[in-house]
């Protein structure tokens, strides 16, 4: 079993993948929360390895089957309540507006789109968390990107987002 | 260079960072003269950045309550240190913060000292609520507890008496220090009150130091470094009420005797 403080250490990064996966600050807790607990009862399985692979992976089954059984988890449409988020500057980027953009792709291009351009993955490690062939894993990328930049440059739908450099 | 030689995968692991220098160079070169796949590079990097400007605030939130709660309820028994555990994230964070400037900062702490109550006080609040479990060698078995600790820590522990501190041994179990094997003394004083104290090797080798505090949510810890071990006691008590046991156990520790 891992030691606690290596898993305590952990979870700040789960929490901004599932906060990201999932849109919302009530379902990433969820999501998170069920990983944490999947992964307390399966800690005997565990090898030692990396930790960070093996908790994201037990977060992909848990995410998949949160889709399964509550569809609404990724339904995110403009009646849904905004979280209230304060600007930490003047036109600094909506997040509940990058939630919607990312809602708006399907789950499994969300997915790869995180684990790669937010949680910084390889690709080979992306491919064996969500047990996909690495072929899949630039295809779903690359349909992602694509999707998310129509997204956000309005042609998929007007959005207020830009990058503050 | 025409747009053949580069693959779109080239193009995406060349924004991830994942590609050699010499393809990555190749790259460079071919972006150069091609406007679109250019512009195509900037798009998906604006997306990355987005994607941590949105989202890295994350990593300084504190776990939240939500999770503690639910985790802490008595048909999730078994979970119970998970929620304490991510209970102290937060105090975690803001410790691990702290430790960071130390390391950036010129400062007289080595880092394994700056460290060491965090970790006695995240294993004091891992254990010290365990009823039934609560260490893995009683006090009923003293010298065999304290031989099997000596021998794992490849150092001879004795138990502080505390006895006039009004404080009994409860036992102790075998933990994860930082680098190897380290121990967790608990006693306990005649209203329930716990005391853990952590020891591991000191693998800097920082010689002896004078006592240290820290606190942190409710829990008070007094910590030291001789010769080669580690010393943290913690106990959910004020400042003043810790200092005279830490003396207590400083000195049969570290004293004489």
Request: hydrophobic fraction near 45%; charged fraction near 25%; include cysteine.
């Amino acid at each position: 079993m891992p030691t606690e403080h290596a898993i305590l250490a952990e979870i700040p990064r789960l929490r901004r993948y599932a906060r990201a996966l999932t849109g919302n600050d009530a379902d990433a807790d969820d999501l998170l929360q069920d990983t944490l607990e999947r992964a307390l009862g399966k800690w005997l399985l565990w090898r030692p390895g990396n930790l960070r692979a093996w908790l994201l992976t037990m977060m992909h089954h848990v995410f998949l089957n949160q889709l399964r059984h509550r569809p609404t988890l990724v339904t995110l449409d403009e009646d849904t309540p905004a979280i209230p988020v304060r600007p930490q500057q003047q036109d600094e980027l909506d997040v509940r507006d990058l939630d919607r953009a990312l809602g708006r792709l399907p789950p499994e291009q969300r997915e790869v789109l995180l684990l790669v351009g937010l949680e910084e993955l390889s690709y080979a490690d992306t491919a064996r968390i969500l047990g996909i062939p690495p072929g899949t894993v630039m295809s779903r990328l690359s349909r992602a990107r694509e999707r998310l930049r129509a997204i956000l440059a309005g042609e998929d739908r007007p959005m207020h987002l830009k990058v503050v450099k | 260079m025409n747009k053949e030689h580069v693959s779109k995968d080239q193009l995406h692991a060349y924004v991830d960072g994942q590609l050699s220098a010499a393809d990555a160079m190749r790259v460079t070169a071919h972006l150069a003269v091609d406007a679109d796949d250019e512009a195509t590079v900037e798009a998906w990097r604006d997306q990355k950045i987005l994607l941590h400007a949105a989202y890295d605030r994350q990593l300084d939130a504190a776990i939240p309550h939500a999770i503690a709660t639910r985790l802490k309820s008595p048909s999730n028994q078994p979970f119970r240190r998970a929620a304490i555990a991510a209970a102290w994230l937060a105090a975690g964070i803001g410790i691990g913060i702290i430790a960071d400037r130390q390391l950036a900062a010129p400062s007289d702490a080595p880092l394994a000292l700056a460290s060491l109550p965090q970790r006695a006080a995240i294993a004091h609040a891992v254990f010290t609520p365990e009823v039934r479990h609560p260490v893995e060698v009683g006090a009923d078995q003293e010298a065999h507890l304290t031989a099997w600790l000596s021998k794992r820590l490849g150092h001879t522990l004795r138990a502080p008496k505390l006895a006039v501190e009004g404080f009994h041994l409860v036992g102790g179990r075998l933990i994860t220090a930082d680098n190897g094997p380290g121990a967790l003394l608990m006693y306990e004083d005649g209203g329930g009150q716990r005391l853990t104290l952590y020891v591991c090797a000191d693998n800097q080798d920082s010689g002896a130091t004078a006592f240290r505090f820290a606190h942190q949510d409710g829990v008070s810890t007094f910590y030291w470094i001789d010769g080669r071990q580690a010393y943290a006691l913690s106990g959910k008590l004020t400042r003043d009420a810790l200092l005279p046991i830490a003396s207590t156990v400083y000195r049969q520790l570290n004293g004489d005797s």
